[in-house]
Structures are given as C-alpha cells and as structure tokens.
C-alpha cells in the first residue's frame, strides 16, 4: 500500500494567487515526521517545510504553510502568493520513527506545479 | 556554507566498467543516505548509514555498495553498472535518526548506463 499518495500529478495556478497541493499518509507509527520537498528543472531537493506528528500547530515557513490533518491523515502544501520561480515538482515525504525504517524519507509521486504569468 | 556535495553530476558510462560517485557533507552529520529518483516510481533509499562502519541496506540495494570510512563522505559504488542503473542519484545526510531532522540533499548525479 502506498505510504505516501499525492493525487494531482500536476497543478497550474496563476501568479499571485495561493495554491493547495494534496498529500495524504499512511502510518501506524505514533512518531513521524512530514516533510515537503521542492525540485525545480534543474534537479536538485530543496527542502521546503516539516511537521512533527505531535506538533499542535501548523508549520509555517514564510509563504509555505502545511495544513495538517492528523485524523485524516493528510498534510497539504498551501504556498500563498505564488511566483514564476514557484514552478516545480513538489515531493510530500514521509519518516517514521521505527529503528527497522532506517530513517529513510518515503516519498510521494510528486506534483508538478506550473505557475501562470 | 552547510551542504552535501557529490560528484560527478553526470556520468555516462557502459556496461560493466566499475563506478564512484562520490558524496561529501560538512555538518558533522551522523546519518547519510542514497537515494535513486526514477520516472513514475519516486525516490527510493538505497543504502544508508547510521554513523561510521555503521551502513545498511535500503528498499533497493541490488548491485550497489557503499562504505563509511570516515563521519564526512559515503561514497556509492557500483561495482558493474547495468543500464536498469541508469536513474538519478541523490546523496543525503540529517544529524540522525530522529524523526524531526531534516535530510539534506546532494545536488544529484545523473548517471547513464549505455
């Protein structure tokens, strides 16, 4: 079963505006950690925002907000005002807390964002 | 500056002709990973390490190996490249395993097996 599901495989949104993009989990573990990843053309992860399964707030990170939804299981990217510079593939991820996990990060597939002058 | 370096960024090379790629961090990190990016199937951990002569397998470890001979570099090696290897690599330490830190990332290796 997928750990970590991004439905939209690509998004377009015009300058200026905000933009939600849609990440959904699956864990049993008590003790996880979510994080957004952004990767331009050029190839490189950029990280974006984390939020820890018992932090009681929502992250924020200038204009990266995370909407978490823990009875959901769900952890959305809102970016507010979006900018050319915003276009990307957006990656949700995934760390559990479990030893057996080996601390790797699970990703999604990946949104492509695709902002509009 | 903080980061993770890893060279080469590209590499074309054919079948079977032993490879490096070499993958360095400055942040006295205790954990490092690889990971492979490929279309339609994400990023999947390889190998990882937990701290010096410490490395386990990841999801895909198959015709790969890595060593931790010293806290700052994990290289990855591929000892007879298949073109199935061709993908994009990533390189990637946190301070440890705790779920709240960060893992930062290499620039990415661009490796073609012909």
């Known amino acids: 079963a997928q750990k970590i599901t991004q439905t939209q495989p690509g998004m377009f949104v015009q300058e200026k505006e905000a933009v939600t993009l849609d990440c959904t989990y699956d864990?049993?573990?008590?003790?996880?950690?979510l994080f957004w990843y952004k990767q331009p053309s050029s190839g490189e992860m950029i990280f974006l925002i984390y939020?820890?399964?018992?932090?009681?707030q929502n992250a924020t990170e200038g204009r990266y907000s995370l909407n978490f939804q823990k009875a959901r299981k769900s952890a959305n990217l809102v970016i507010s005002a979006s900018q050319l510079g915003d276009s990307a593939m957006y990656f949700c991820?995934?760390?559990?807390?479990?030893?057996?996990?080996?601390?790797?990060?699970?990703f999604g597939q990946g949104t492509e964002l695709s902002v509009k002058p | 500056e903080a980061q993770v370096t890893q060279n080469p960024r590209y590499l074309i090379t054919v079948t079977g002709k032993k490879l490096t790629v070499t993958c360095s961090q400055n942040m006295n990190h205790e954990y490092m990973s690889w990971y492979r990016q490929d279309p339609g199937l994400g990023l999947r951990q390889i190998y990882y390490?937990?701290?010096?002569?410490?490395?386990d397998k990841g999801d895909v470890p198959e015709g790969y190996k890595v060593s931790r001979k010293e806290k700052r570099n994990f290289p990855l090696i591929l000892e007879s490249p298949s073109p199935n290897q061709t993908s994009l690599y990533f390189c990637?330490?946190?301070?440890?395993?705790?779920?709240?830190?960060?893992?930062?990332f290499g620039p990415g290796t661009r490796l073609t097996v012909l």
């Open positions: 939020q820890g399964s018992y932090d009681q």
């Open positions: 390490s937990m701290n010096v002569e410490v490395t």
């Open positions: 990637a330490s946190s301070r440890g395993l705790a779920v709240v830190n960060e893992q930062f």
């Open positions: 864990t049993s573990d008590p003790s996880y950690g």
């Open positions: 991820a995934m760390r559990e807390s479990h030893y057996n996990q080996g601390g790797k990060l699970i």
